[in-house]
């Protein structure tokens, strides 16, 4: 959707490497957040941030960091992927505290 | 903790019947949002309640939220295969950022 950009779109990779997914706007929004999706759970929130540089932990944050050090961008780490860390991940952003979400694509992750 | 339930976990309805999904926080919520999903899609922003006992309508949606702010129900009337999807609520407190979601009804209209 315009305004929102996920990337990659599509990721397989091995158990125990380092992956970065990338969330990029140009709606200029304060808040942006991190959730994975999977069946018989939702959405789940992993980390979020409500500004340049600050971030705070979600319901699942075990496993993932985060980094934002420009509004527009939003990176998610998963320092050492693991078999329970495939599933689809969206970023989403929203202008302010309890504001509406707009969210991306989504990126589908699979560990192997 | 800060968490929202939300049932049923799938409906199956007749086009033209009924269909209703309830959410529910065991603390006062600030506000809670809703959220449809297609299938193979990301979830799209559908509204938000505030008030105490507010109800918001969208053509045959219904959206209701309860008197203490605790629990909310979506109501769809007379469905349509374009309803299919899933359906989220997701909620926020007063003393946090987050918004968390229910884990979501799915639901399938048969012609």
């Known amino acids: 959707d315009a305004g929102i950009t996920q990337s990659p779109r599509h990721k397989v990779t091995e158990t125990g490497t380092p992956v970065t997914l990338r969330c990029h706007q140009t709606?200029?929004?304060?808040?942006m957040y991190w959730y994975r999706q999977d069946p018989g759970h939702g959405l789940r929130l992993i980390h979020y941030?409500?500004?340049?540089?600050?971030?705070d932990k979600g319901e699942v944050s075990d496993g993932y960091s985060v980094s934002r050090s420009k509004t527009e961008d939003f990176l998610l780490t998963l320092e050492s992927a693991t078999s329970s860390q495939t599933s689809v991940y969206f970023c989403?952003?929203?202008?302010?505290?309890?504001?509406?979400?707009?969210f991306g694509n989504g990126t589908r992750l699979t560990v192997t | 903790g800060q968490q929202v339930m939300q049932i049923p976990q799938y409906q199956h309805v007749q086009e033209g019947e009924d269909f209703t999904t309830y959410c529910n926080s065991s603390t006062t919520l600030s506000n809670i949002q809703w959220y449809k999903q297609r299938p193979g899609g990301h979830p799209v922003f559908l509204i938000q309640l505030v008030k105490s006992g507010e109800v918001k309508k969208q053509k045959r949606l219904t959206f209701q939220f309860g008197e203490a702010k605790k629990n909310s129900s979506l109501h769809i009337t007379a469905t349509q295969t374009t309803d299919v999807g899933t359906y989220f609520c997701a909620g926020s407190w007063s003393n946090t950022d987050k918004l968390i979601f229910g884990t979501g009804t799915r639901l399938q209209v048969f012609p």
């Open positions: 941030s409500y500004g340049v540089k600050d971030t």
């Open positions: 989403a952003i929203s202008p302010g505290k309890n504001s509406p979400l707009h």
């Open positions: 709606e200029n929004h304060r808040y």
